[in-house]
C-alpha cells in the first residue's frame, strides 16, 4: 500500500470517527470514489502495514524539523550555521549506513517487506526523493542565513568578487600551502580509474595542450583536514574562499603550459556495512581492523555532482564508480559537502551564537566530601546533563574511586568516549594505584572502532583487564561500579546513564544518570558484568535491573498490558509516557495501539524515528507523538507506568528498537525514590507541554510545530531546564548559607 493510499484511508477514519470539534483539518480532500473504512476495534488487524509508518522516511522528517532550527529567526546565526551543517553530516552517515545496507539487500535478491509494507528498492527510491528535497530546501535556507551573515562581516567569497591584491595574496598562500599536498592524477588507458576516498571532496579536469585537439583528464583530491580547512581567510577580517575554488583558479600551477577545458567538483559516499560474522573471528580486534579496512574500500552508494557538470562526464563517473546515473547521482545546486559548514559555525562571536551556559553543580554534590558518603547517606542521585555538570559528578566519581585508598575495584561499561577523555585517565590510574579494574569495551560502535581499539590496547599496557562483551551483541549499557571497603563490609557504588561517557557531548546532549548504592542494583550489577565477561546468563537472578536481550523487552511488554488491565478494570485512568529517541519495534507499537484501544492514554516523546500512526479514532486515538528538537540533542530514555496509582520510572539505555531489545545488552533500572521521581516527572511535564521546541505528530508521519501566543516569551524545553536547574542551585546555596549562619 502506498503512503498516499494510507493517508487517505486514514483521512476517511478521522473524517467519519473524529468527535465533533477535533481533527478539522484533516480529512477535508478525501477521494469520493474510496469508501470510508469502518473500524471495528475487536477485529482491528494489528499487523495490517497500513498502521506502521517507515522507519527511514520518520527518520528523515527528523532531519526537516532539524532543518527548520536553521530557519527560525529566533535562533542565533552561527547555530543557524550549525543546524545546515548537522543536517549534511547525519544525511552522509544516512547513505553510510541505511542506504548502503539497503544496496546489500537489494544485491542479495532479498526482498523482505517491511512492517509498513516496502521492500528495500522501494525505500531506497523514496528516501532518494526525500533526500532530493531536503537538498534543495538546505540550499535555499543556507543562501538565506549567508545573506545574514554577510550583513555581519562574515562572508563566503567567489573567486571573482576578489580584488587583485586578495588574488595575489592567496596565489601565495596556495603555492606555499595547498600545492605540496595536491597529486593529481590522470586517467586514460594508462592509468586507470583512481580510489576516491569516502566523503572526499574532489576535482574532475579535463585540459590539453594549447595547439591539440586531444583532451585528457585528471582527478584532484582537495586536501581538507589535517590542518587544511574548507574555508581560506582572505585577509584580516572573516571572509572565507572554498578552497576548492582557491585550487580551481590556481590549476595553471599544477599543470604548467597546459588549457583547461572543464573543471567540475565530485564527492562520493561509501557503504560503511562491512560487519563480519563474530562467531567465526579468533580474534575480534583483528577482525574489527578487518573490517576498517574493508570499509575503505566498500562500495560507493552516492555520487554528488556539481550542478552543470558535462553529460559525458556525468556518466563517465557514474560507469567508473558502478553507479545507476538515473538514481544514484544527486546534482547539487551549491555547495557540496555542507557538514565542513562546522568550520564557520565555530567562529568566536559570542551574540552570534547561543547564550553562554556552564553546567551547575548538583546540589548534593557541591560539599567537598568524600562522594562515595555523599551517595551513602542520601540513597540515591539524579544527575541532569548537560544542565548538571559531568564533570563534577561523573568524572569525580570515577576520580575519586581512583584516589580513594578503600576503593577495592572498578568495573565500567564503555561504547564511545572522547578523544581527550578524563574517564581513560582515572582508569588508568586506579590500575597504576593497584585497584583492581575491568572494562567492557564495545569495539563495534559504529564509526568509533578505531578509537576504541586504541583505547582497548592503551588500557591493556597498564593492567586493566579489557573484554569485549558477549559474542553477537553490542555492549550498549552505560554502567560504572566501584566496590569499596566501607565501615561495616564491601558496599557497591554505581552509577548508570543514558548516555556515553563523553565529556564533550555531555555538554550538547540531554542525557539522565544515577548515582547509588542500593544493594539489589549493586547485585544485579555483579551480575550483569559477570554475564558481560564471560556470555553465561542461565541461572542468574535479577532483583530489581531488567536486562536486554533477556529481560527488557518482556518488563515493557509486561508494563503496557499491566497498565491495560488496570484502565480495563477500573474504567479508564491509565497513563503510559515513553521517551526516547526512536520507536521502531513492531511489538511494541502492537501493544501502546492495544492499549490506547482499552482507554490508556499514552504519551510518546520521540525525537526521530516513530512508526505508530497517533491519532486515529478507535486504534490511537488515546496517542499522541511529540518531538523535542532544540538547542540540544534530546538523548535520555525514561519510561513511566502509571500502574493503578503505584507510579513505576525506568531509565534506560535502550529506545523502543528490535536492535536494543534482541541484538544489545542494555538495562531497565527503576527510579524508586519520591524525590527522584518528581525530578522525572517534571521533565515529562515539561517536554509534554513545550510551546516553542515542540513538534506534534500527525497520523501521516507528518509534524506541526506548536507556537506561543503574541504575548508569551518564546521559552523551549531547553531554556526552561537551565532555568530549573539555575533554581535549585540556588536553592541550595541559600539553604547551605542558612545552616552556617544558624551555626
Known sequence: MTTSTVSSRINTIKQNKTPSGQGKDVGKEESANKPPLVLNTPSLDLDDCQWFLN???????????ILHEAEETRTPLLERLKFIAIVSANLDSFFMKRIGGFKQQIGA????????????????????????????????VLGNVLALLSQKGIVIESYATLTSREKIYLREYFYSSVFPLLTPQSIDPAHPFPFVSNLSLNLLVTLKYPKSIDVTVARIKVPIGLGTPRFIRVGKGDHF???EELIIH????????????????????????TEKDEDQADDLMAMIESELKERKFAPIVRLEIAQGMVPLHRGRLAAELELDEDNDVFEVNGMLAMRDLFELAALDYVRLHDPHYSPIDH????????????????????LQHPYESFTSSVERFLREAATDPKVRGIKMTLYRTGSKSSVIDYLILAAQKGKQVAVVIELKARFDEAA??????????????????VIGLKTHCKVIMVVRQDYNGLRRYLHIGTGNYNAETARIYSDIGLLTCDEAIGQDISELFNYLTTGFMNNRNFKKLSPAPRLLKNTLLQGIEREIAHSLQNGGGGLIQFKMNALEDGDVVRALYRASQAGVKVDLIVRDTCRIRPGI?????????????GRFLEHARLYYFRNGGKEVYYLSSADSMKRNLEARVEIFCPVEAPELMQELRMIFNTQLNDRCAAWDMKSDGSYIQRSCSNDEKPCGT??????????????????????????
Open 241 to 243: 574562499i572554498p578552497v
Open 55 to 65: 522507519r527511514e522516511l520518520t527518520w528523515l522528517e527528523f532531519n526537516r524539523r
Open 109 to 140: 535478491g532479498m526482498s523482505e517487506l517491511t512492517l509498513d509494507g516496502r521492500t528495500p528498492l522501494q525505500q531506497v527510491r523514496e528516501c532518494h526523493q526525500v533526500i532530493r528535497d531536503i537538498n534543495t530546501h538546505k540550499k535555499e
Open 363 to 382: 546540589p548534593l554534590l557541591l560539599s567537598p566530601r568524600n562522594i562515595f558518603h555523599i551517595i551513602r547517606d542520601t540513597g540515591s542521585i539524579l
Open 452 to 469: 576504541n581499539i586504541q583505547l582497548a590496547e592503551r588500557m591493556e599496557q597498564v593492567g586493566i583487564h579489557v573484554t569485549y562483551g
Open 617 to 629: 479514532p478507535g486504534l490511537s486515538g488515546n496517542i499522541r507523538v511529540v518531538s523535542i528538537v
Open 718 to 743: 531547553h531554556q526552561l531546564m537551565i532555568e530549573q536547574a539555575e533554581k535549585r542551585q540556588k536553592a541550595a546555596a541559600k539553604e547551605k548559607y542558612s545552616a552556617r549562619y544558624k551555626a
Open 250 to 273: 590556481n590549476l595553471d600551477i599544477l599543470f604548467p603550459g597546459m588549457s583547461i577545458v572543464t573543471c567540475e567538483l565530485f564527492r562520493v559516499t561509501r557503504n560503511s556495512n
